[in-house]
Antibody
Framework: EVQLVQSGAEVKKPGESLKISCKGS????????IGWVRQMPGKGLEWMGI????????RYSPSFQGQVTISADKSISTAYLQWSSLKASDTAMYYC?????????????WGQGTLVTVSS | SSELTQDPAVSVALGQTVRITCQGD??????ASWYQQKPGQAPVLVIY???NRPSGIPDRFSGSSSGNTASLTITGAQAEDEADYYC??????????FGTGTKVTVL
């Protein structure tokens, strides 16, 4: 069974750093792209970026380039999303999802989400 | 432009048919995928490609596309179909896009 399990909720102060994780299981982690999606409170889904754990090829949405860093450790089947200096506007639910690219483009499996709250 | 536009909200009577649309230039070149999101839950894939349903998705969900518009149709809507629905595709630069989302209310 394919599963993506994300790390737990975080409460941080502005200016702090943070790294959240997404652990894949039940499939070959290095053979599929993993994307990150933001959902701000009461708002829609926003694509942030995507990584291919096999070779760490990473692409960012222009809206998030330079704002976050996406990485992966294929030895432990885990992808990461990190911030060096959080802002209150980073408060949101963050989802990881497996991305398929076999002629069609879609996210077939999603993590449960990680709620990040940034408040002084 | 690299945007996917959806109607903010639609309503449908129980057992009737509702069509949700997604408009964007990228849809002339790439199929849309569709996701259902219920309150407090992660999105769930319901349609991908030309008109493919993942295992476990009821056959009352179907997809279609014409020109710059992709559509998700729910034929015989059920109470449990009340949710937010998002389309998703990519643009020619490889950026992925989500639609603005449609809230479906089942009356």
């Amino acid at each position: 069974e394919v599963q993506l399990v994300q790390s737990g909720a975080e409460v941080k102060k502005p200016g702090e750093s943070l790294k959240i994780s997404c652990k894949g299981s039940g499939y070959s982690f290095t053979s599929y792209w993993i994307g990150w999606v933001r959902q701000m409170p009461g708002k829609g889904l926003e694509w942030m970026g995507i990584i291919y754990p096999g070779d760490s090829d990473t692409r960012y949405s222009p809206s998030f380039q330079g704002q976050v860093t996406i990485s992966a450790d294929k030895s432990i089947s885990t992808a990461y999303l990190q911030w060096s200096s959080l802002k209150a506007s980073d408060t949101a639910m963050y989802y990881c999802a497996r991305h398929r690219t076999t002629g069609k483009y879609y996210f077939d499996y999603w993590g449960q989400g990680t709620l990040v709250t940034v408040s002084s | 432009s690299s945007e996917l536009t959806q109607d903010p909200a639609v309503s449908v009577a129980l057992g009737q048919t509702v069509r949700i649309t997604c408009q964007g230039d990228s849809l002339r070149s790439y199929y849309a995928s569709w996701y259902q999101q219920k309150p407090g839950q992660a999105p769930v894939l319901v349609i991908y490609g030309k008109n493919n349903r993942p295992s476990g998705i009821p056959d009352r969900f179907s997809g279609s596309s014409s020109g710059n518009t992709a559509s998700l149709t729910i034929t015989g809507a059920q109470a449990e179909d009340e949710a937010d629905y998002y389309c998703n595709s990519r643009d020619s630069s490889g950026n992925l896009l989500f639609g603005t989302g449609t809230k479906v209310t089942v009356l």
